[in-house]
């Protein structure tokens, strides 16, 4: 009897294991959940956009999937709706991101170094509103409070800003 108990554990073990993998599979944290729709990538065409469109870049150098900060803004403010609808109206949203885990073109990777180099860019969240032209206005980062203080400190940085 103990011995057909023990082949039955053996035999049932398998499939315990391998539920148990696909469970912690379906349950990892998942890196920035930005609406990646909102943010362009291409920063020649961005540019572009917010010329035709006469509004300031927000260009958020980040590292999506490994940069804790990055994440924590990302969770804060980035992918909440206020924040969404403020820049919607208001900015054209840019992400240089520099992943672990993600596949990027060449040409993509190229554009980032390269951009990270000219805007003097060392950790990560780095945040820079830019006019149309790529000039800088100000430089900022991740900031505690949520979309409603990220959004009005945005509005301070651009209020003198026309």
Known sequence: MQQKTNRRILLALPALLAGIFLFSLSTQAEPAS??????MT???AAKAKASA????????????DWCGWCIKLDNEVFSKK???DYAKENLI???IDFPRKQAQTAALK???EALAKKYGVRGFPTILILDAAGEVIEQTGY???GPDKYIA??????????
């Open 34 to 39: 930005t609406d990646h729709a909102a943010w």
């Open 42 to 44: 291409d920063f020649e």
């Open 53 to 64: 469109e006469k509004k300031p870049l927000l260009v958020d150098f980040t590292g999506s």
């Open 82 to 84: 206020a924040f969404k």
């Open 93 to 95: 949203l840019v992400e």
């Open 110 to 112: 190229a554009q980032n």
């Open 143 to 145: 900031r505690r409070g």
């Open 153 to 162: 400190h945005l509005q301070e940085i651009l209020a003198g800003v026309e």
